[in-house]
Structure formats: structure tokens, C-alpha cells
């Protein structure tokens, strides 16, 4: 999972929620984003 640092314009800048080596925060277009629910709705088995 994913937390939001901060939104500026069409970017955002994401973190991960739990702490592991080798994790760090980074730059997304929103446009690029999809709520969860919405990826699970069409990925299912």
C-alpha cells in the first residue's frame, strides 16, 4: 500500500506505507493512478 506525501498539479509524490529496505518516495502523474477497488474489480481470477 501506498500514502500520498504530497500533491502538486498533476503530480504526486507516493510512499510506501510499511518500511522495507530499499523503499522510497516517488513522483507519479495522477493520471497514472488507479484506486485500488477499480484494479481488483477487473484484475479478479
Known amino acids: ?10 503530480e504526486a509524490l507516493i510512499e510506501s506505507v510499511l518500511a522495507a529496505p530499499g523503499t522510497y ?3 507519479c502523474k495522477l493520471e497514472h493512478l488507479v484506486p485500488f477497488e477499480s484494479w481488483r474489480s477487473k484484475n479478479a481470477p
Request: proline fraction near 8%; aromatic fraction near 24%; charge should be negative.
Open 25 to 27: 518516495p516517488f513522483h
Open 1 to 10: 500500500m501506498f500514502t500520498f506525501v504530497s500533491i502538486d498539479g498533476d
